[in-house]
């Protein structure tokens, strides 16, 4: 699908661990980056974490240590695997996928988003 789809999502006490995937497909041999936002209730949508086509990842300084991002070229899917969450980790979970392709076309995608609630 062109659209990355989100899944993983769910409920779990402070503390706890989520694992979140992403699946994309259509790169059409563009390099790319895969992002993951977080939009917790009545707030902006912030960026989480990344990871681009040559492996590069970067993370906000807010899960740094907590998330890791990783990835399964071969299924096309993105993982956010989430430990030690915090009730401010509550919301919901979008997953972007950018593609750059040439000098100069760029696409983005957004997925659906998947709810998280972390409950202390």
């Known amino acids: 699908q062109v659209r990355p789809v989100e899944s993983g999502g769910g409920s779990v006490q402070a503390g706890g661990s989520l694992r979140l995937a992403c699946a994309a497909s259509?790169?059409?041999?563009?390099?790319?980056?895969m992002m993951w936002y977080h939009q917790a209730p009545g707030k902006e949508r912030e960026f989480v974490s990344s990871?681009?086509?040559?492996?590069?990842?970067s993370y906000a300084d807010s899960v740094k240590g907590r998330f890791t991002i990783a990835q399964d070229k071969a299924k096309n899917t993105v993982y956010l695997q989430m430990n030690d969450l915090k009730p401010e980790d509550t919301g919901v979970f979008y997953c972007?996928?950018?593609?750059?392709?040439?000098?100069?076309?760029?696409?983005?995608?957004w997925g659906q988003g998947t709810q998280v609630t972390v409950s202390s």
């Open positions: 972007k996928k950018v593609l750059l392709c040439g000098d100069s076309e760029y696409e983005e995608f």
């Open positions: 259509g790169f059409r041999n563009c390099n790319y980056d």
């Open positions: 990871i681009d086509s040559d492996g590069s990842t």
